[in-house]
């Protein structure tokens, strides 16, 4: 069948109204995406960053996962990054390099969670979310499983812009690219 | 607006709005301070450096801490305020929720810190005791408590409360370890406030 005769018996169209709908439903699921990943990651930064820096320092000391030079360092700028990784998919914002920047931040947080289970230790509280929620690291790893599907499928979703979204405002419009 | 303006102003204010959050945050009065009641404080109440002491009476190291805060406090007087956080490590010593009670019991009078100073004087005598109640009731008239109120309120399982709340919060902040003080955002743990708290202090007064 030719693209001439396909148009003439509607084919095309049902092709269309098949891609709109799965358009319309990965809009749809973008958007819990986001609010999930997006705000977890800003809801672990903010209760982390307007803490005591030495909270999380302390936590991270415990681990025992980097070399104590590394601790201070890491307790001082990685909240900001989880903050700016959070804001970014959360309103989506370079939707699909975000999405992949807080993929690897929950494999890292699995795998320190991981690690330190495996060598037997286990604190009342992961540390995760400063003075915040208390969660055991057990209950994180789950949480940090199901986040890391979804920044995956936000990943998946991403190619491109998805409203609404701050990327789907700056490629809209008549403005140049 | 072209797209390149519209990602440079997105970017920014994108960037910038934590930024603005984290600092309004902080210029506010939020934090475990003003969940401990005045009578678990010192120093001058409108200082603007407070520094938090997680603690617990049987710990040796909680008692060898002491004569230094208390230097502290006359060192940067008008300058810091001191708040007192009950972290008793029930796991490893058996008093130490026991005494945790006298001590609420004693702040209930207003007399935290005089109890709170011969309860760690004293620690090496109750300590190891089955039933230190005996010397609790001593420390309550040392220092001229209502011994009836003190004997109904240590009888009472809900003033252990304050005690209860004390611990979720240092749960919460990760406290592993008793004394733990928290100087502004810094954290020292153990003896190092004897060694270093005086920098710790100094610093947080510079900010």
């Known amino acids: 069948m030719s693209n001439e005769q396909r148009a003439m018996s509607g084919w095309t169209s049902r092709q269309e109204v098949s891609t709109h709908h799965s358009s319309l439903i990965a809009h749809c699921l973008a958007v819990p995406a986001r609010v999930a990943c997006g705000g977890v990651l800003i809801y672990a930064g903010f209760s982390k960053v307007v803490g005591p820096a030495g909270d999380f320092a302390g936590i991270l000391a415990a681990y025992r996962v ?4 590394w601790v201070t360092p890491v307790a001082t700028y990685w909240p900001w990054l989880e903050l700016l990784v959070g804001s970014y998919v959360f309103f989506g914002y370079f939707t699909r390099i975000s999405a992949i920047a807080a993929a690897t931040q929950f494999v890292v947080f699995s795998a320190v969670l991981v690690s330190s289970i495996a060598r037997g230790i286990d604190p009342n509280s992961c540390g995760c979310f400063g003075a915040g929620l208390s969660l055991s690291p057990r209950h994180t790893l789950v949480l940090d499983g199901a986040l890391l599907m979804l920044a995956l499928f936000l990943t998946y979703l991403a190619k491109k ?15 140049k690219p | 607006m072209s797209r390149s303006t519209k990602r440079w102003v997105s970017g920014i204010v994108l960037t910038l709005w934590p930024l603005v959050a984290v600092y309004a945050v902080k210029q506010s009065n939020w934090g475990p301070i003003l969940a401990t009641p005045k009578t678990r404080q ?3 109440p409108h200082a603007r450096l407070v520094i938090v002491e997680y603690s617990d009476f049987q710990c040796p190291a909680c008692a060898r801490v002491q004569p230094t805060v208390h230097s502290f406090l006359e060192l940067y007087k008008g300058r810091v305020r001191f708040a007192f956080k009950y972290y008793p490590l029930t796991q490893i010593h058996k008093n130490a929720i026991n005494s945790a009670h006298a001590a609420q019991c004693a702040t209930e009078q207003n007399q935290f810190w005089p109890y709170q100073d011969r309860l760690f004087d004293t620690q090496k005598q109750w300590e190891t005791l089955a039933n230190p109640t005996t010397n609790y009731l001593a420390i309550a008239q040392e220092v001229h408590l209502d011994l009836d109120r003190f004997t109904r309120c240590y009888e009472d399982p809900s003033s252990l409360g304050p005690i209860a709340q004390d611990q979720a919060e240092g749960k919460q902040r990760g406290i592993y370890s ?7 955002d810094q954290r020292l743990v153990g003896n190092v406030f004897i060694s270093d708290g005086a920098r710790a202090i100094e610093k947080a007064l510079r900010k």
């Open chain 1, 161 to 175: 812009p998805l409203s609404p979204s701050v990327d789907s405002w700056i490629t809209s419009g008549p403005g």
């Open chain 2, 178 to 184: 008793t004394p733990t003080f928290i100087i502004g």
């Open chain 2, 42 to 44: 010192l120093g001058d």
């Open chain 1, 66 to 69: 980097l070399p104590a030079a």
